[in-house]
């Protein structure tokens, strides 16, 4: 930090943090744009973003409902990596990989990407075999994959519960080291940055509330703040994909569940890798600031509410204490939920859609986070060039009544998922 910033933080902390400069313009929407962008989360944003740098494309909108990363980008547990069997996932996870690894130079934009490793645990002979595979795989597509034993297990990770005793005794797990987390609202607001400063207009408390159609053609959104015209719609809404696609008269195959997570007081480092258990749905960080980031599983019905439940909390504390025994003090913080947009298969859906002009991004499952700068890249490429990039070929909405589902259950939506 330079002097004069120190100085700058020192008066602006004197002076209520009022004179800062905001980060990103609050254009009034123009009569129409070449792309509106649906949705201000990271995915919405990341599109815009490589729509500009990548294809010239800066006549651009993305229309929020509510505040940049309110949805889905800041209430996710912040895990990064590319750990999966089939090849359409393994390669475009990758990619998003290595997008993260140069991510903050890129945007100019700290986002805490931290490589600290993703582990997941194998509580059985045969679940180690089945890693084994999926290690082989992911070596084979020249992804970074390390099996360990029991022992190595306790070595990289000495808190866990390694005995005999454990409920479920640990066999060994799947370690991916360049794995890991990021912060979540930075990713939104580097993106939101960056792209502004390219010529795109970020669109807050403007709800799309109807897709105008000329023939079979998307023309334009209806929004709370008036129509806004548009060359090419791009759909990045998370949880509510199936909802803003009907407005289109689109039927898709995705159903929305909510996701928990919870957050305990903050302790010293305990943990500095990222565990996800093999026996249960149940996987943990240790934020910057010190508190120990949880998830658990979905809730087994459809919902749109953002909360958090009781019967999550039970069950995930269950699982911290049978891991981590010495968690068994700490007191939870923070409980909360996400609407998530689950596909059949586990796998997403970037594609053009039956009405021209109208592209989809959604169907992220549990572990749309860590696809957030490969998923803007790609879905940009879409747009742009009305096809799909190579890595995004296969998940298409065909794929479903094609037969080509891309079922990723060794790392999709099961443990190990996120
Ligand atoms: P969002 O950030 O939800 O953005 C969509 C935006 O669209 C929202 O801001 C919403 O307000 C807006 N919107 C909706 N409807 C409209 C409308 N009609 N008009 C205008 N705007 C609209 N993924 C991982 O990779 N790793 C993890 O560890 C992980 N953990 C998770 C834990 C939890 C508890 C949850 C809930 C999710 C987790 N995920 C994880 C999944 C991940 O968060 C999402 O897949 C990803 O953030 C989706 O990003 P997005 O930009 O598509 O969605």
Same mark, same amino acid.
């Given at each position: ?8 933080? *020192? ?29 201000? &989360?990271?995915? *919405? ?18 229309? +929020? ?28 996870? +990758? ?68 005995? $005999? ?14 794995? &890991?987390?990021?912060?979540?609202? !930075?990713?939104?607001? &580097?993106?939101?940055?960056? !792209? $502004? ?8 408390? #403007? ?15 209806? @929004? ?40 305990? +007081? ?17 996987? %943990? ?5 010190? &508190?120990? %980031?949880?998830? /658990? ?7 749109? !509410?953002?909360? /958090? ?16 025994? #010495? @968690? ?12 998530? $947009?689950?596909?059949?298969? /586990? ?17 992220? #499952?549990?572990?749309?986070?860590? !696809? ?34 891309? $079922?990723?259950? *060794? ?8």
């Amino acid at each position: 930090m330079t002097r004069y910033s120190i100085f700058r933080l *020192g008066r602006e902390a004197l002076r209520g943090h009022r004179g800062w400069p905001a980060a990103w313009r609050d254009p009034e929407p123009k009569a129409s744009y070449d792309v509106v962008i649906v949705g201000g &989360g990271g995915h *919405g944003l990341a599109t815009a973003y490589y729509l500009a740098k990548n294809h010239g494309i800066r006549n651009v909108a993305v229309v +929020e409902k509510g505040w940049l990363g309110g949805g889905n980008t800041g209430r996710n547990t912040t895990i990064v990596r590319s750990n999966y069997l089939l090849e359409p996932n393994a390669h475009f996870y +990758e990619w998003s990989l290595k997008l993260w690894e140069g991510l903050s130079a890129d945007l100019n934009y700290n986002v805490m990407f931290s490589q600290r490793g993703a582990l997941n645990l194998a509580h059985s002979d045969a679940q180690l075999d089945a890693y084994a595979r999926r290690g082989n795989a992911m070596r084979l597509n020249g992804i970074d994959a390390e099996l360990l034993d029991r022992r190595q297990v306790e070595e990289f990770v000495p808190l866990l519960d390694t005995s $005999d005793r454990a409920r479920f005794p640990i066999h060994g797990g799947l370690l991916q080291p360049r794995g &890991g987390t990021a912060r979540h609202d !930075a990713v939104a607001w &580097g993106f939101a940055r960056a !792209a $502004d400063r390219l010529g795109i207009d970020i669109i807050q408390n #403007c709800e799309v509330t109807g897709i105008r159609r000329e023939g079979n053609r998307a023309i334009g959104v209806e @929004t709370s703040r008036g129509h806004i015209g548009a060359g090419r719609i791009g759909m990045a809404v998370a949880g509510h994909t199936s909802h803003v696609a009907g407005l289109a008269g689109l039927r898709l195959p995705i159903e929305s569940h909510v996701l928990q997570a919870i957050v305990t +007081e903050p302790v010293k480092p305990l943990i500095d890798t990222v565990v996800t258990y093999g026996a249960g749905h149940f996987y %943990v960080s240790q934020s910057d600031k010190g &508190g120990l %980031v949880m998830g /658990g599983d979905l809730d087994g019905y459809n919902s749109y !509410a953002q909360r /958090g439940n009781l019967p999550i909390i039970e069950d995930v504390a269950q699982a911290a204490v049978e891991l981590f025994p #010495c @968690t068994g003090r700490l007191r939870m913080l923070r409980h909360w939920g996400g609407v998530m $947009d689950m596909t059949m298969d /586990g796998s997403p859906i970037i594609a053009r859609t039956p009405v021209d002009g109208l592209y989809v991004n959604g169907g992220w #499952c549990y572990g749309g986070f860590k !696809a957030t700068p490969g998923s803007g890249w790609v879905f940009a490429h879409t747009i742009a060039h009305d096809r799909p990039h190579a890595l995004n070929e296969a998940f298409s909405l065909e794929r479903f009544e094609a037969g080509a589902t891309i $079922d990723e259950k *060794g790392a999709g939506p099961i443990p190990g998922a996120h």
